[in-house]
Protein backbone atom coordinates (compact mmCIF):
# COMPACT_ATOMS: atom_id res chain seq x y z
CA UNK A 1 0.00 0.00 0.00
CA UNK A 2 1.36 3.45 -0.56
CA UNK A 3 2.23 5.46 1.74
CA UNK A 4 3.03 9.37 2.33
CA UNK A 5 4.71 12.10 4.63
CA UNK A 6 3.27 14.92 5.76
CA UNK A 7 4.22 17.58 8.12
CA UNK A 8 2.05 20.29 9.50
CA UNK A 9 4.17 23.18 9.42
CA UNK A 10 4.90 25.74 12.60
CA UNK A 11 2.26 27.92 11.46
CA UNK A 12 -0.16 25.19 11.47
CA UNK A 13 0.51 23.63 15.08
CA UNK A 14 0.48 27.57 16.28
CA UNK A 15 -2.93 28.19 14.38
CA UNK A 16 -4.30 24.97 16.60
CA UNK A 17 -4.73 22.99 12.98
CA UNK A 18 -4.08 19.62 13.95
CA UNK A 19 -7.35 18.18 14.47
CA UNK A 20 -8.58 19.59 11.77
CA UNK A 21 -6.42 18.49 9.54
CA UNK A 22 -6.16 14.80 10.56
CA UNK A 23 -10.00 15.00 10.20
CA UNK A 24 -9.92 15.80 6.55
CA UNK A 25 -7.38 13.07 6.13
CA UNK A 26 -9.21 10.87 7.62
CA UNK A 27 -12.41 11.63 5.84
CA UNK A 28 -10.23 11.07 2.77
CA UNK A 29 -10.17 6.95 4.27
CA UNK A 30 -6.62 7.57 4.19
CA UNK A 31 -4.82 5.52 7.26
CA UNK A 32 -2.66 6.99 10.12
CA UNK A 33 0.60 4.85 10.55
CA UNK A 34 2.64 7.22 12.32
CA UNK A 35 2.72 10.67 14.04
CA UNK A 36 4.97 13.01 16.18
CA UNK A 37 5.68 16.55 17.39
CA UNK A 38 9.12 17.19 17.26
CA UNK A 39 11.13 20.74 16.67
CA UNK A 40 13.23 20.24 13.07
CA UNK A 41 17.19 21.04 13.22
CA UNK A 42 18.92 23.09 11.02
CA UNK A 43 20.56 20.18 9.58
CA UNK A 44 16.78 18.19 9.29
CA UNK A 45 15.62 20.81 7.91
CA UNK A 46 18.36 21.26 5.11
CA UNK A 47 17.95 17.76 4.36
CA UNK A 48 14.44 18.05 3.72
CA UNK A 49 15.07 20.81 1.27
CA UNK A 50 18.18 19.60 -0.26
CA UNK A 51 16.52 20.49 -3.94
CA UNK A 52 15.39 24.37 -2.69
CA UNK A 53 19.19 25.00 -1.81
CA UNK A 54 19.43 27.42 -4.81
CA UNK A 55 16.33 29.28 -4.38
CA UNK A 56 16.59 32.87 -3.44
CA UNK A 57 14.15 31.98 -0.27
CA UNK A 58 15.99 28.63 1.29
CA UNK A 59 17.43 30.48 4.50
CA UNK A 60 13.96 31.96 5.08
CA UNK A 61 12.08 28.66 4.48
CA UNK A 62 14.79 27.36 6.72
CA UNK A 63 14.26 29.87 9.52
CA UNK A 64 10.62 29.06 9.54
CA UNK A 65 10.70 25.37 9.11
CA UNK A 66 12.41 25.13 12.76
CA UNK A 67 10.84 28.47 14.09
CA UNK A 68 8.59 25.99 16.43
CA UNK A 69 7.06 22.25 16.86
CA UNK A 70 5.85 20.49 13.63
CA UNK A 71 3.74 17.33 13.42
CA UNK A 72 5.24 14.91 10.95
CA UNK A 73 3.17 11.96 9.78
CA UNK A 74 3.04 8.63 7.75
CA UNK A 75 0.01 8.09 6.03
CA UNK A 76 -1.41 5.00 3.51
CA UNK A 77 -3.46 4.30 1.04
CA UNK A 78 -4.23 3.95 -2.59
CA UNK A 79 -2.57 6.57 -4.55
CA UNK A 80 -1.58 8.28 -0.91
CA UNK A 81 0.97 10.57 -2.52
CA UNK A 82 -1.49 12.50 -4.91
CA UNK A 83 -4.94 12.42 -2.89
CA UNK A 84 -2.66 13.98 0.32
CA UNK A 85 -1.28 16.49 -2.58
CA UNK A 86 -5.26 17.32 -3.23
CA UNK A 87 -6.02 17.80 -0.11
CA UNK A 88 -2.94 20.09 0.68
CA UNK A 89 -3.66 22.10 -2.55
CA UNK A 90 -0.99 24.80 -4.92
CA UNK A 91 1.71 25.69 -2.96
CA UNK A 92 0.75 29.03 -3.23
CA UNK A 93 -2.14 29.63 -0.97
CA UNK A 94 -3.74 32.61 -3.34
CA UNK A 95 -3.85 29.87 -6.43
CA UNK A 96 -5.18 26.89 -3.94
CA UNK A 97 -8.93 26.87 -4.47
CA UNK A 98 -11.67 26.98 -0.87
CA UNK A 99 -12.14 23.24 0.35
CA UNK A 100 -8.01 22.69 -0.11
CA UNK A 101 -6.26 22.89 3.37
CA UNK A 102 -4.10 25.72 1.83
CA UNK A 103 -6.98 27.19 0.22
CA UNK A 104 -8.96 27.18 3.43
CA UNK A 105 -6.35 28.22 6.19
CA UNK A 106 -3.18 30.19 4.71
CA UNK A 107 -2.64 33.52 2.92
CA UNK A 108 0.77 33.55 2.11
CA UNK A 109 3.70 31.39 0.20
CA UNK A 110 6.12 31.32 2.67
CA UNK A 111 3.96 29.80 4.98
CA UNK A 112 1.47 27.50 3.80
CA UNK A 113 0.33 25.45 6.96
CA UNK A 114 1.32 21.75 5.68
CA UNK A 115 3.92 19.84 3.43
CA UNK A 116 3.25 16.93 1.55
CA UNK A 117 5.59 14.23 -0.30
CA UNK A 118 5.57 15.15 -4.04
CA UNK A 119 6.15 11.69 -5.31
CA UNK A 120 6.32 8.04 -4.21
CA UNK A 121 10.10 8.22 -4.33
CA UNK A 122 10.19 11.79 -2.42
CA UNK A 123 7.86 10.07 0.29
CA UNK A 124 10.30 7.05 1.11
CA UNK A 125 13.47 9.55 1.47
CA UNK A 126 11.20 11.94 4.04
CA UNK A 127 10.29 8.96 5.90
CA UNK A 128 12.89 7.93 6.13
CA UNK A 129 14.68 11.25 7.64
CA UNK A 130 11.82 11.54 9.84
CA UNK A 131 10.87 8.06 11.02
CA UNK A 132 14.24 6.34 10.75
CA UNK A 133 13.69 3.03 12.79
CA UNK A 134 9.89 2.87 12.12
CA UNK A 135 11.75 2.97 7.52
CA UNK A 136 14.39 0.37 8.32
CA UNK A 137 11.94 -2.08 10.24
CA UNK A 138 9.32 -1.84 7.36
CA UNK A 139 12.36 -2.67 4.90
CA UNK A 140 13.15 -5.40 6.62
CA UNK A 141 10.19 -7.24 7.26
P1 LIG B 1 5.32 22.39 -1.99
O1 LIG B 1 5.41 22.63 -0.51
O2 LIG B 1 3.94 22.73 -2.53
O3 LIG B 1 5.78 21.02 -2.40
P2 LIG B 1 7.88 23.39 -2.99
O4 LIG B 1 8.41 22.04 -2.71
O5 LIG B 1 8.09 23.98 -4.34
O6 LIG B 1 6.28 23.45 -2.71
O7 LIG B 1 8.46 24.45 -1.92
C1 LIG B 1 8.60 24.08 -0.58
C2 LIG B 1 8.16 25.23 0.28
O8 LIG B 1 8.99 26.37 0.07
C3 LIG B 1 6.74 25.73 -0.01
O9 LIG B 1 5.75 24.97 0.67
C4 LIG B 1 6.79 27.14 0.49
C5 LIG B 1 8.22 27.57 0.19
N1 LIG B 1 8.27 28.30 -1.08
C6 LIG B 1 8.13 27.79 -2.32
N2 LIG B 1 8.23 28.74 -3.26
C7 LIG B 1 8.44 29.91 -2.58
C8 LIG B 1 8.63 31.28 -2.96
N3 LIG B 1 8.65 31.64 -4.25
N4 LIG B 1 8.79 32.19 -1.96
C9 LIG B 1 8.79 31.84 -0.67
N5 LIG B 1 8.63 30.56 -0.24
C10 LIG B 1 8.45 29.62 -1.17
MG1 LIG C 1 7.67 20.15 -2.30
Redesign the pocket.
Known amino acids: MEQTFVMIKPDGVKLGLIGTIIQRFEHKRLRLVRAEMMQLSLEQAKAH ?1 LD ?1 AH ?1 P ?1 FH ?2 LQFITSGEVMAMVWEGPNAVKAARCLIGA ?1 NPLESPSGTIRGDFALE ?2 S ?1 II ?2 S ?1 SVENAAREIQLYFPDYYAAKSVS
Do not use: Q, R, S
Open positions: YLKFDLTLDNHGD
